[in-house]
């Protein structure tokens, strides 16, 4: 599966995004979808997963309550809500297929980089 990430930009703090991570090549009805981040100098973190019917989530604490992963498998699509951002958000935001786990995504496809800027 090739996986497009977008909907990155820059926003200001309190501000909302919503990125979208299409799929091509397969159907994401076989697979887990999540996102991960990575920060400049730092490593590339797990935020957030969903199972393949979307009936379970999971989240880093650090995104609990404001950011919601979605899918819709009719469009092939995953998405990441995110609101009330803050200047710690400010990473490339990757999108990813594999297997979920209760703690994060195991991710065996990975999208490319989408760029969220957060502003103070």
């Known amino acids: 599966v090739q996986l497009q990430a977008s909907g990155g930009g820059l926003v200001q703090a309190g501000g909302s995004l919503r990125l979208s991570c299409a799929a091509s090549?397969?159907?994401?009805?076989?697979?887990?979808m999540g996102w991960f981040r990575q920060a400049p100098g730092k490593e590339r973190e797990f935020v957030a997963a969903?199972?393949?019917?979307?009936?379970?989530?999971n989240y880093v604490d650090s995104v609990k309550g404001r950011f919601t992963i979605s899918r819709d498998n009719a469009e092939n699509t995953a998405y990441l809500q995110m609101n009330r951002l803050r200047p710690e958000d400010t990473a490339v935001y990757y999108c990813?297929?594999?297997?979920?786990?209760?703690?994060?995504?195991?991710?065996?496809?990975w999208g490319q980089g989408t760029l969220v800027t957060v502003s103070s």
């Open positions: 969903v199972s393949r019917t979307g009936t379970r989530t």
């Open positions: 090549g397969d159907t994401i009805r076989h697979y887990a």
């Open positions: 990813a297929a594999g297997r979920y786990s209760d703690v994060s995504l195991v991710a065996d496809y």
